[in-house]
């Protein structure tokens, strides 16, 4: 089924495709991905959501593969569906905190966190620091999402966060552009990176002070340096992996 679309419409929404295919592969690149689970999503009206297809490999994301899904999973426009958990997760975070785009993954130092008890970003390396109070945790673990409630509930304890790092589970990063969200993901698992590497040797961590940790977290030129990260992702993957736009 094909979503009619206003001529400015179209020409963002296809440029939403084209970002979001390019953050999917890279985040593979990367070895951000889960196997074939786990869901970038962007939110292009108030009930339509663009989001990658359920057992879609993030290696292989093309634009024109990408869905646009209704408020209820429900496809409008391209083949097959989303996975159950990535609806029943994006639609109510969307809905509820605003954020326009909303990335999920099980990345592994990020993830490794969630599984230590009362396991918390530390403020030890400036990557950390660009997230001082911009965090959130979840630490009840309920299994699968199975129905939107739970994606409610993470709404809730995601509140007006930019990251909700969920118990036993994996991380949500939330922005109002793919640059910045993604952006923000990169940073985060490297943070998280340095971090598990310092804990690795026994010795207790040595922390930013508070004063200058939180002035890392407003630094002036976070919205250009993300969209420098974007631009020069793609220009790698127009030489590379072309078929990524298509």
Not at 159 to 165: C, E, H, I, P, S
């Amino acid at each position: 089924m094909t979503l009619p679309m206003a001529g400015n419409n179209r020409a963002e929404w296809q440029e939403s495709r084209v970002d979001l295919s390019a953050a999917l592969r890279w985040a593979a690149r990367l070895g951000f991905h889960e196997g074939v689970c786990n869901h970038f999503s962007v939110m292009l009206a108030p009930d339509r959501f663009l989001i990658n297809a359920h057992r879609m490999h993030w290696a292989k994301a093309r634009a024109s593969e990408l869905l646009v899904i209704d408020d209820r999973g429900n496809t409008i426009e391209g083949e097959g569906r989303p996975a159950t958990t990535g609806t029943n997760i994006h639609v109510p975070m969307h809905k509820m905190t605003g954020h326009k785009v909303i990335l999920h993954t099980h990345m592994p130092h990020a993830t490794a966190l969630t599984c230590i008890e009362g396991g918390r970003l530390e403020m030890c390396h400036q990557n950390a620091g660009r997230f001082h109070g911009l965090v959130a945790y979840d630490d009840a673990f309920n299994g699968f999402a199975s129905d939107m409630d739970e994606g409610t509930r993470m709404s809730r304890m995601m509140g007006d966060k930019r990251v909700l790092f969920l118990g036993n589970h994996g991380v949500v990063v939330a922005g109002e552009s793919i640059a910045d969200a993604f952006d923000d993901l990169y940073y985060l698992e490297r943070a998280c990176q340095v971090q598990v590497l310092a804990m690795s040797t026994g010795r207790p961590l040595r922390l930013i002070p508070e004063a200058t940790a939180a002035k890392l977290a407003h630094f002036s030129t976070r919205h250009e340096n993300a969209l420098h990260f974007l631009a020069a992702i793609r220009g790698i993957l127009d030489e590379e992996e072309p078929a990524y736009a298509a």
